[in-house]
């Protein structure tokens, strides 16, 4: 091969395996020397340009991976989710149908008394609220005297010292003078606190409004003060169940950055691992290690 064609095969790069310099001889001598000599250099040509040119990065091709479900645990069987159902629409339907009674001069207790057709309406509207919240509250004792869950749930929401060393933690933790926060079992003393409250509540309600509904009755056998008593610790007590679960109830499982805009808990009665992890890690070591024992058990 002659020097010149050896010094294009040099400076493009293209004499850097033994067989390709026979091969080019070969056509060398069939197409002429000249002839091959431009092609090569075309060629060269054209590879300087393509390695100019900007590269594309390298991409991984997408790959769409199964999406893994959490593994859910259920704390609240369905008699329990159908009892704070009924609960909850019955107190609902007495704050719509009772407030606007203690608050009568403001115009929108008028304007909801108007909207639900006058007074007589609303209080066959409040008598059926309170016919559903007797009837929770009588379905729930007959539910935590009957049934072994009730009974161990009415156990577990006793309250405890537990839950008063658990409440200064909280209040250390939320002030930032320690990290470490309270570990709750089943029910925190939050939601002892929620229990509790309303169970006080329907046994003030129940018994005053009886009174008031059944008064020509009741008056047969009781002063009338103590109907006015009744009529003042109905209206009362009323407020104070409105604010409660407006600023304590709601917030908690509603409106609180960690939960907003619901916790699904009521409607399925599951908590995700990491939310049992976070709000109740005494309870869900209990289940594990009930699982355990009853997956052991079954391999034996």
């Known amino acids: 091969m002659s020097d010149s064609l050896d010094r294009i095969l040099t400076e493009a790069g293209l004499d850097d395996e033994a067989g390709r310099r026979d091969l080019l001889e070969a056509l060398a001598t069939e197409v002429g020397e000249e002839r091959l000599s431009q092609i090569i250099t075309a060629m060269a040509s054209a590879k300087s340009r393509a390695l100019s040119k900007p590269q594309a990065p390298l991409t991984e091709p997408h790959v769409s991976h199964p999406r893994v479900e959490?593994?859910?645990?259920?704390?609240?069987?369905?008699?329990?989710?159908?009892?704070?159902?009924?609960?909850?629409?019955?107190?609902?339907?007495?704050?719509?149908?009772?407030?606007?009674?203690?608050?009568?001069?403001?115009?929108?207790?008028?304007?909801?008394?108007?909207?639900?057709?006058?007074?007589?309406?609303?209080?066959?509207v409040h008598r059926v609220g309170a016919t559903l919240l007797i009837g929770v509250g009588l379905a729930h004792l007959l539910y935590i005297s009957l049934t072994r869950v009730g009974r161990r749930d009415l156990f577990l929401l006793l309250p405890r010292f537990k839950d008063l060393r658990d409440w200064i933690l909280m209040l250390?933790?939320?002030?930032?003078?320690?990290?470490?926060?309270?570990?709750?079992?089943?029910?925190?003393?939050?939601?002892?606190?929620?229990?509790?409250?309303?169970?006080?509540?329907?046994?003030i309600m129940i018994t005053s409004g009886?009174?008031?509904?059944?008064?020509?009755?009741?008056?047969?056998?009781?002063?009338?003060?103590?109907?006015?008593?009744?009529?003042?610790?109905?209206?009362?007590?009323?407020?104070?169940?409105?604010?409660?679960?407006?600023?304590?109830?709601?917030?908690?499982v509603h409106f609180s950055p960690a939960k907003f805009p619901m916790s699904k808990v009521f409607i399925n009665g599951k908590l995700t691992r990491e939310e049992m992890e976070d709000e109740h890690p005494l309870e869900l070591e209990e289940m594990e290690k009930e699982s355990q024992g009853r997956k052991t058990k079954s391999e034996q």
Do not use: C
């Not at 159908?82 to 704050?95: D, N, P, R």
């Not at 047969?220 to 104070?240: Q, T, V, Y």
């Open 70 to 124: 959490s593994k859910t645990y259920l704390r609240f069987n369905l008699s329990t989710r159908i009892q704070h159902g009924v609960m909850a629409l019955s107190v609902l339907i007495l704050i719509v149908t009772g407030l606007p009674l203690k608050f009568h001069d403001a115009r929108l207790s008028q304007w909801v008394m108007n909207l639900m057709g006058g007074i007589e309406v609303s209080a066959i």
């Open 210 to 252: 009886s009174l008031l509904w059944f008064q020509d009755f009741f008056l047969k056998f009781i002063p009338k003060w103590m109907l006015d008593i009744a009529k003042e610790a109905h209206s009362d007590e009323a407020l104070l169940a409105t604010l409660a679960i407006i600023v304590w109830h709601f917030y908690n």
């Open 172 to 203: 250390k933790y939320y002030v930032g003078l320690t990290e470490e926060k309270a570990r709750f079992g089943r029910f925190s003393y939050i939601e002892k606190f929620d229990y509790w409250a309303v169970y006080w509540g329907m046994v």
